[in-house]
Structures are given as structure tokens and as C-alpha cells.
């Protein structure tokens, strides 16, 4: 991710295609928002991985 810093993640992250089903009670809290250009990089990943 580009705009991790942006995002209040506390180093470098990624995205990582991995589908997953998480109840909402294990949620301890929000770490950050991924910004617009990020989230536009994971939509075109997703929808590459999906074409292929």
C-alpha cells in the first residue's frame, strides 16, 4: 500500500488476496482507512484476479 502512513498503520503493509468471513465480535478495533488511490489498487486486483 502506498498511503500506509495515511491510512495510521504503523509500517509498510499490503494487500493480500485471502477471502475470509470474520464475525464482528472479534473485531478489537479500527487500526486505520485505506485511502481512495489505495482502495482503487485493491478493486483492480480483485477484479484482475477474478478475470483470470
Keep these: 500500500?502506498?498511503?500506509?502512513?495515511?491510512?495510521n498503520l504503523l509500517k509498510p503493509?499490503?494487500?493480500r488476496m485471502k477471502f475470509a468471513t470474520i464475525d464482528q465480535t472479534i473485531i478489537i478495533r479500527?487500526?486505520?482507512t485505506i485511502s481512495d488511490y489505495d482502495w482503487l489498487q485493491i478493486e483492480d486486483s480483485i477484479i484482475d484476479f477474478i478475470k483470470n
Design 13 to 15: 503493509s499490503l494487500f
Design 1 to 7: 500500500m502506498r498511503d500506509w502512513t495515511k491510512a
Design 30 to 32: 479500527k487500526l486505520g
